[in-house]
C-alpha cells in the first residue's frame, strides 16, 4: 500500500507540472492584456505596469521564474481584480464559500441518488422505475445553467418568491444553488447505481443469500450495495473536487461570491496570476480527490488489490 501510495503521489506532482506549463502557455497565447481596457491608459503607464509584473520579460523567463515560485507554495498576486493581493489568499477567502455550498449539493446528491437507484433496480420493469430513468434522463440532458435559471425565475419573484434572488448568507439562499449544483449528480449517481445494483443483484452470492431466506432489505443495502458503491465512489473522486472548488454557472446566476465565480471573472479580466493559481488548486484538488478513492476501494471490498498487490 505504502508503495501504491507513494507512486501514486510522484505521479500525481508531475501531473500538476504538465497542468501548470500546459495552462501558462495557452494562457499567454490568448490575445489580451489584463492592462488593456474600454479605458486603456497611456503607453508609458502600460509599459510600466508590464515591468511591474514581469510581463516585459521574455516568456522563457516569465515561465521560469513562475515555476520556481510554485516551488516554494508562493502563487503570485492579482494583476487586476484586487491589484497586488496574494493569490493564494484570494483562494482560502473565496474557496470556503464554494466549498460549503459544494459539499452541502453533493450531500443531498448522494443521499438521495444512492437510494433512488437502489429502488429503481429492485422494481425494475415497473413504473417507478420507468419514472426515475426518465427524470434521471432529463436531469443530465439538462444544463446547470437551464436548471438554475429555471429555478430562478420560479422560486424567486417569478411565480412565487420563496428564495432570494442573490445569495447573502442566509439558511434559505442555499437551497436553489444547492439544488441546481447536486441535481446532475444526483441523477447520474441514481443511473449508475441502478446499473451496478442490477448487476450486483444478479450474482450468484446474492442469489445463495437469498436461498437461505435473508430479508430482502437486509440482502440490498449490507450485501449488493457495498458494491454497488464501487462505480458510484469512482465518479465522486473528480466530482467532489469540481463541486467543492465551485459551479462557475450555479454561482454566476445567483451572485455568489465564492471561486467559480471568481475565476470566470479572472478569465474575462485576463488575470493571469489568478487563472494559473486557480487552474493549479482545481487539479491538485482533483489529483487528490482521484487518489483517496482508489483508496476507498480497498475498504469498501477488501479483494480490490492495488498497483501490484497479490
Not at 218 to 227: D, G, Q, T, Y
Not at 256 to 267: A, C, N
Request: charged residues 15%.
Amino acid at each position: 500500500m505504502a508503495k501504491y501510495v507513494l507512486k501514486r503521489v510522484l505521479m500525481a506532482l508531475f501531473t500538476i507540472f504538465l497542468v501548470a506549463t500546459l495552462t501558462f502557455f495557452l494562457m499567454k497565447a490568448v490575445p489580451g492584456n489584463p492592462f488593456v481596457s474600454e479605458k486603456t491608459p497611456p503607453q508609458s503607464v502600460l509599459d510600466a505596469l508590464n515591468e511591474k509584473y514581469g510581463l516585459d520579460q521574455p516568456l522563457s523567463v516569465q515561465y521560469f521564474k513562475y515555476m520556481s515560485n510554485l516551488l516554494r507554495g508562493y502563487l503570485g498576486v492579482s494583476v487586476k481584480m484586487q491589484k497586488n493581493y496574494p493569490v493564494i489568499s484570494i483562494i482560502k477567502e473565496m474557496f470556503p464559500v464554494s466549498a460549503k455550498i459544494g459539499a452541502f449539493a453533493l450531500l443531498w446528491a448522494v443521499l438521495v441518488g444512492v437510494p433512488l437507484g437502489c429502488l429503481a433496480a429492485y422494481n425494475r420493469g415497473t413504473a417507478t422505475d420507468s419514472t426515475l430513468r426518465v427524470v434521471c434522463t432529463v436531469g443530465i440532458s439538462m444544463p446547470s445553467f437551464v436548471v438554475a435559471s429555471l429555478l430562478l425565475i420560479v422560486f424567486c419573484g417569478g411565480v412565487v418568491g420563496w428564495f432570494p434572488s442573490i445569495f447573502d448568507g442566509s439558511p434559505r439562499s442555499y437551497v436553489l444553488p444547492c439544488f441546481s449544483l447536486g441535481f446532475y449528480p444526483m441523477c447520474y449517481i441514481a443511473r449508475q447505481s441502478r446499473a451496478a445494483m442490477l448487476d450486483a443483484i444478479n450474482q450468484e452470492y446474492i442469489k445463495t443469500a437469498r436461498a437461505k431466506g435473508l430479508k430482502t432489505g437486509k440482502i440490498i443495502f449490507k450485501h449488493a450495495l457495498r458494491n454497488a458503491l464501487i462505480p458510484v465512489l469512482t465518479y465522486l473522486g473528480p466530482q467532489v473536487a469540481f463541486t467543492l472548488c465551485g459551479g462557475f454557472v450555479v454561482e454566476k446566476v445567483f451572485t455568489i461570491g465564492g471561486l467559480g465565480r471568481y475565476f470566470v471573472q479572472s478569465v474575462s479580466n485576463r488575470d493571469y496570476p489568478v487563472i494559473m493559481g486557480t487552474t493549479i488548486f482545481l487539479a491538485s484538488f482533483i489529483i487528490i480527490m482521484n487518489l483517496l478513492v482508489d483508496i476507498l476501494y480497498k475498504v469498501v471490498d477488501p479483494r480490490i488489490t492495488l498497483g501490484k498487490e497479490s
